[in-house]
């Protein structure tokens, strides 16, 4: 019988991000000075909205005063953080929660790693294929089995129905990696699949504010029968600036049919002490007027940047999706090349850092990923640089 558990080490020795990085440092220290254009790891380079920085250092204030200070902050999130996300994520879109549904939590990427402990462990979950890793790693690090549902060009990179049995599904709409978002009538299909078949759903809704499709919704809660199936996860990371800071939530609501809230309130107690008083003051900055209207600015200049790379990687002739309702640009790889090498040939020969589609499962080998959430210099340039063979 082995030490470690034998889920863990049976993963692929690095995380997708961290493999990228490794190899992207190994090209730097080969070739001092050289600059690297990093459309990767979709991480945020526009620094914080001014009414966010200001709220998180009253905050940092406050909690230098012995009147003010404050120590553990409530396991769900504080209610004036609560407020703001059923005013300002989901009152706009129709959509009735109680402050009971949200769980404030240090991210999306915890949350949907972290989620799959609500389920028994011969549960069969299933993603789709290419599909964001951390669903799948956390997974088999369980020790479950994984059922993969393929995404391929021709249905426009929508997953078709389980055709086997499983107890929950991962869906991610603007979808990371293909950049491409379910219409209504798509996700009304899982809606009711899930219903019919007593599965849960838990839809990843992190890229909400890139969507400008009007038939894409922005929560899965605009699905009538939604709140009985599905959980939803929300984040502050790509539309509010807060990859560095950490700060998301998680929707479980009353109404789910397994009673999942009791459940989940017990691990999340069990296992967390919530999101720091500063950060949570800060993310609630960012939901009022101001800096929310600050914040959305930044998105705006990440859409402009995905429209410069659209056009330049169409104009290069290669065929590209997703850009237009995320921050992703998923492209075919040109003459036939497979992912890791044309990521390779990319950081080589023009010094632009992407990601490699095989990475985000084998329906990912052809294509490779670009983020726009670079800066505009860096963008620009690499425009320019697909423009010339
Ligand atoms: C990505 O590049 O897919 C994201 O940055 C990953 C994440 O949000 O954790």
Not at 10 to 38: D, M
Not at 323 to 349: H, I, N, Q
Request: proline share 6%; charged share 20%; aromatic share 10%.
């Amino acid at each position: 019988m082995s030490f470690i558990n034998p889920h863990l080490i049976s993963l692929n020795e690095n995380y997708l991000f961290a493999e990228i990085a490794r190899r992207a440092e190994a090209f730097s220290q080969e070739n001092p000075g050289v600059r690297l254009l990093r459309l990767g790891i979709g991480d945020v380079t526009l620094p914080l909205a001014p009414a966010v920085v200001d709220a998180l250092s009253r905050a940092a204030v406050e909690m230098g005063s012995a009147d003010t200070f404050r120590g553990y902050a409530p396991y769900q999130g504080y209610p004036f953080l609560i407020d703001a996300i059923l005013k300002t994520e989901y009152a706009p879109l129709g959509v009735t929660l109680h402050s009971d549904d949200i769980f404030v939590s240090d991210g999306a990427k915890s949350d949907t790693a972290n989620i799959q402990e609500l389920l028994s462990p011969d549960a069969k979950v299933a993603v789709c294929d290419p599909v964001y890793p951390v669903y799948v790693d956390s997974n088999l690090m369980a020790g479950r089995t994984i059922v993969h549902l393929p995404c391929r060009a021709e249905t426009g990179f929508a997953p078709a129905l389980p055709e086997i049995p499983v107890k929950a599904v991962y869906l991610c709409s603007p979808n990371n990696p293909t950049g491409v978002a379910l219409t209504r009538a798509q996700l009304a299909e899982w809606v009711a699949w899930a219903r019919a078949e007593n599965a849960v759903i838990f839809y990843d809704a992190a890229y909400r504010t890139y969507v400008e499709s009007p038939d894409a919704p922005r929560s899965i809660y605009e699905i009538d029968g939604a709140k009985e199936v599905a959980l939803e996860f929300g984040s502050f990371s790509k539309s509010y600036g807060f990859t560095g800071l950490r700060c998301g939530w998680a929707v479980v609501p009353a109404e789910n049919r397994w009673g999942l809230q009791k459940p989940w309130l017990r691990r999340v107690a069990t296992k967390f002490n919530g999101v720091a008083y500063p950060v949570q003051r800060a993310a609630e900055a960012a939901l009022l007027p101001e800096g929310h209207a600050q914040s959305l600015q930044n998105v705006r200049y990440y859409k402009e940047n995905a429209r410069l790379l659209l056009a330049a990687l169409r104009d290069a002739g290669l065929t590209v999706f997703g850009g237009t309702d995320a921050p992703y640009l998923w492209v075919k790889c040109p003459d036939g090349l497979d992912s890791w090498t044309w990521f390779d040939r990319l950081l080589r020969e023009k010094q632009i850092v992407t990601t490699p589609g095989e990475g985000f499962g084998a329906c990912g080998a052809g294509y490779v990923r670009f983020s726009s959430l670079g800066g505009r210099e860096d963008v620009a340039e690499a425009a320019a640089r697909i423009g010339v063979q």
